[in-house]
């Protein structure tokens, strides 16, 4: 029988407790039902003896970072405010198991953590939904993907949540089969296994029950141009069909202009980057298409209630 094949989980403060039992449970039930030890598992932390998950569950760790002895994979694990959490002794802790060979991979927002330490440039790779706009910001270098995890590169990377069970299933087919992995998700009543190219969010059409084409096309233009808009004038073009046609569309089924629609979804990405980045409010206003920092802030304070410079540090 060939070795257990043994994961490291570094816990950081403030992880995601649903993260963590889905990194941890698809392997002992590998293990259960195989009737074998296919995984070992130790969990890690930088310095002490317990980590404290956001939902104030707190978890007994097995030693720290330095303590820790020969494993083959070390998974960084993090949640809330991790911008915070991404210390110099975190990051040197984590690049010196690298050089040892251990691979390294990081689970929901723990890719913030590994891109900082600067182990994902070149590199495609996956992190929660919600941080997408300040990650693209922070780290132009990291080909980020909207996909549910990458595993094809050096450093695995999942975006959280379930999606963290989806990478575990993947590792066990990939090690010891198909059959092994579909059994783990039968057991773990996971009949909605999704594979690495899967959107994070349910879709535009999924989400409204929406199937106009039109519509779709228009609404993934705008949230591919945030930083530098087209007019409705332009994508109505594009798609075809007139503007008239455009608002008509965007009124019976989103009861809205399709302007109005398109600065929403601007000032939504103004908020992720005010509230998980230290972008100056003026670059903020740049970065999500406004050309003055007076008409963002008007803007903003109109959509949410808050100006710019008071909306930092607020989580609602």
Known sequence: MPRPEHFAFLLVEDLTHMA????????????????????????????????????????QVDCTLDELPSVDRLFVLSGIGVQGRATRSLMNGIRRQAR??????GLCSATWILARAGMLDGQRAAIHWDYHDAFMEEFPDVNLQRSVFVADEKTVTSSGGTATADLMLHLIEARHGNTLAADVADQMVYNTVRNASAEQRLSFQARHGIRNSHLSHAIRRMNETVEFPISPAEIAAEIGISVRQLERLFGRYLNCSPKKYQVDIRLQKARHLLLQTEMPVTEVAFACGFKSSGHFARSYKSHFGVAPGSQRGRIS
């Open 100 to 105: 040892r060979g251990v691979k390294i991979g």
């Open 20 to 59: 963590f039992g889905c990194a941890v449970d698809p392997l002992r039930i590998a293990n259960l039902i195989s009737g074998e030890t296919l995984y070992e598992w130790t969990l890690v932390s930088e310095t002490g003896p317990t980590v404290a998950c956001s939902n104030g569950i707190v978890s």
